[in-house]
């Protein structure tokens, strides 16, 4: 079985800032500030939360799961 990794880099859409963060494992995150241009990051259509959506790594619950069982059952 492959480890769960809890550090996922989010990438704001609209001005590009990058910042590496630690995923929550027990509640999918549903809004992030970016701290460069403050816009409030929401997940895109289908996902469960913002790491699905801008970061470098899905959240723990896809990575368990994977995305076809669905995040927040």
Do not use: N
Not at 25 to 40: G, I, K, M
Not at 42 to 70: A, F, L, M, N, T
């Amino acid at each position: 079985m492959t480890a769960i990794v809890l550090e996922s880099t989010l990438t704001c859409p609209v001005c590009g800032h990058s910042k590496l963060e630690t995923m929550p494992t027990d509640a999918c995150q549903w809004f992030y500030e970016c701290e460069q241009c403050h816009t409030v990051l929401h997940p895109k259509p289908g996902d469960c939360c913002v790491y699905c959506s801008y970061g470098s790594v899905p959240c723990p619950s896809i990575q368990e799961r994977g995305k076809s069982d669905g995040c927040c059952s």
